[in-house]
């Protein structure tokens, strides 16, 4: 798939569960160094806005640095799941919405 392909996908499948999320986008995560780079960001926040719509119904206008903090820590999920997959053992995050807030922010 391409970038756009990708950032397509999440917006039509925002309510993935984090076995959901393509291998590609989880190892491209563990290995974009210190920090996401600029398509994972566009990923990781298409994907949580849309979550967001669909959670509420409507746009949700969020702070800039709101979709900054999740993006982090949606890509740091994606590393933690990747992981987990490399060394064959559960993660809870397998079987919960992958870009959902409810544990975001706790």
Known sequence: MTEKQYIQMVRE????????VPVEIL???SYAG??????????F???Y????????GQPIQQPGEVITAAVILL?????RLYT?????????????PF??????FD
């Open 49 to 56: 806005k849309e979550w967001l719509l669909n959670k509420y």
């Open 75 to 79: 890509w740091l999920k994606a590393c």
């Open 45 to 47: 926040a298409a994907g």
């Open 34 to 43: 210190g920090e996401p780079t600029e398509f994972l960001n566009e990923f």
């Open 27 to 29: 190892r491209a995560s």
């Open 99 to 104: 870009f959902s807030d409810e544990e975001l």
């Open 13 to 20: 499948h925002p309510n993935m569960l984090g076995s959901e």
């Open 84 to 96: 987990s997959k490399l060394l064959d053992r559960p993660d809870p995050d397998w079987d919960r």
